[in-house]
């Protein structure tokens, strides 16, 4: 249980540091410091010694030496209560260091800036910072060290419950997150670094690097463990409802991300990460009602994602079906307090511009990670190529890119009926395309819905021409598919002898 005496202060995060100092040298701790953190210190009359000195070094090359010297380090490093390193210490005349408190350059938000130059950023990679940490948190038995302004009160409570020691259990929780601290800020080093080299679009190196940011009541299944990494809450913000579980966080993205893909008012009802209905209108109502009407049985317990505010006549038409979670952009107060009147109702408020937020789709594999670069929105739209003799109406035509919008959402094999303004047919997940396009019809009957005349997007491309036959037999008169079968041909052809216009992307859609 190590006793504070001597603390080294030196922070770019200013946030607390001289309440936090002040309070140190209320119980004897003598303050040693560097550079604008002794000033600051100074100037709000708490005594703090500059580390030159300790040193008898002044700082120098413009503040890039400070504290790299053995009489900062071997004061740190030393163990108490071993005869040797006493002696050591005393030879060299050398007083140890009992605490560290150091957050460091503020690296990841000056490369943020738009404009940093390479230069700008080197700056702010901290060398003496790190290093303090480092060494401090390795001999944690007999150090503290500090790196969030946020610990300083727990500190503070636990020197005043100790009479000025802290216990080890306190100083290996501080060591673990020092070194969680150091981790993260030179991944974003290297991220940066390995991005300004010009290098390939994947990292030679995969760095994941996320804080624990929620802890969930269980997994996809009640007997797995889980927890919420990184920044998604600055992107979907819970305004009301019980804690957004493991399936819940999953479909929100899902939902949104297939929301993001439309300019016009959309709604999306996902359940299990599907689409079960997609509409658009001149109103999120009108958007609703289409996109519901393409399963009226599934939408229960589903997610519900829109891409404008949500309003009233919105609201109350979703609110007629047990919705687990409902997303949107905006919320005006009244519709809020509508909905809050079902209390355990997730409502949540996406933040960020989806279309913009996502590079790597990243998951984990025995033995290993998989790492893609992102099925970004519009994908292949500017590819698209009539392959058949007649070419797609106007309306077919609005309809393809309704339907090749919605089924790259859609688990592979995926085939979806679509009008010009809504899904019509959703077959998800089969291992046959023949089966997906019958799925697709079967459903679309159980809702009473004609597919007469509609369009047809297929993720991948028809093996056969047997898939593309079980759509014309559904009613469809249009298809979307990448191309690319050895039996491209063949597939033409049944489509010109049936009389359907079909489209060629060149890009695939999977979605395992």
């Not at 393809?400 to 790259?408: D, G, I, P, T």
Request: proline content about 5%; overall charge negative.
């Amino acid at each position: 249980m190590p006793s504070i005496r001597r603390a080294l202060i030196s922070v770019s995060d200013k946030g607390g540091i001289v309440d936090f100092a002040r309070a140190l040298r209320s119980t004897g701790v003598e303050i040693i410091s560097t550079g604008g953190t002794l000033s600051l210190l100074r100037k709000h009359n708490v005594v703090a010694l500059p580390v030159s000195e300790i040193t008898g070094y002044p700082e120098i090359l413009n503040g890039r030496v400070k504290t790299l010297h053995p009489k900062v380090h071997a004061a740190l490093l030393a163990v108490n209560e071993n005869p040797d390193h006493e002696r050591q210490l005393r030879e060299h005349g050398i007083i140890p260091i009992d605490m560290v408190v150091v957050n460091l350059y503020p690296f990841e938000q000056t490369v943020a800036r738009e404009g940093v130059t390479l230069e700008e950023a080197v700056e702010q990679i901290d060398i003496g910072g790190p290093t303090m940490i480092r060494s401090a948190a390795k001999n944690f038995r007999h150090k503290a060290v500090v790196v969030n302004p946020e610990s300083y009160d727990s500190v503070l409570r636990e020197l005043g419950r100790h009479n000025g020691f802290l216990s080890e259990e306190i100083c290996f929780s501080l060591a673990r997150e020092a070194f969680r601290h150091t981790t993260a800020y030179d991944a974003r080093i290297a991220d940066y670094l390995d991005t300004t080299a010009g290098g390939g679009t994947l990292p030679e190196q995969l760095r994941i690097v996320a804080p624990m940011c929620q802890t969930l009541r269980y997994g996809e299944n009640p007997h797995q463990q889980a927890a919420l990494y990184g920044p998604f809450h600055s992107w979907f913000s819970p305004l009301h409802g019980k804690e957004l579980s493991y399936n819940n966080i999953a479909d929100i993205s899902a939902a949104s991300l297939l929301a993001a893909e439309f300019d016009e008012p959309t709604v999306v009802i996902v359940k299990h990460t599907n689409p079960c209905g997609v509409g658009s209108g001149p109103t999120l109502a009108e958007a609703y009602k289409k996109a519901f009407a393409t399963d009226t049985k599934s939408p229960f317990g589903g997610i519900v994602a829109v891409n404008r505010p949500l309003d009233r006549e919105a609201a109350e038409l979703i609110n007629e079906v047990f919705t687990e979670v409902i997303v949107a952009p905006e919320y005006p107060e009244a519709v809020l307090d509508f909905l809050r009147r079902k209390k355990d109702r997730r409502i949540v408020h996406l933040t960020a511009d989806l279309g913009l937020s996502r590079h790597w789709d990243l998951r984990s594999v025995a033995g290993g990670y998989l790492l893609q670069t992102a099925d970004g929105p519009r994908t292949g739209e500017d590819q698209f190529r009539t392959v058949t003799r007649r070419p797609p109406s106007k309306t077919e035509e609005r309809a393809l890119h309704f339907a090749w919008r919605v089924v790259k959402h859609v688990k592979s094999n995926a085939i979806v009926y679509a009008h010009e303004d809504r899904t019509m047919g959703i077959g998800a997940g089969q291992m046959s395309r023949v089966d997906a396009a019958k799925i697709a019809a079967i459903k679309a009957g159980e809702s009473g819905l004609s597919l007469k005349e509609t369009s047809v997007g297929s993720d991948a491309f028809f093996p056969f021409a047997d898939g593309l036959l079980e759509t014309v037999q559904a009613g469809a008169t249009a298809v979307i598919q990448p191309g690319g079968s050895v039996r491209d041909d063949e597939v033409i052809r049944a489509a010109d002898e049936h009389n359907i216009a079909m489209v060629f992307t060149g890009v695939r859609h999977f979605r395992h």
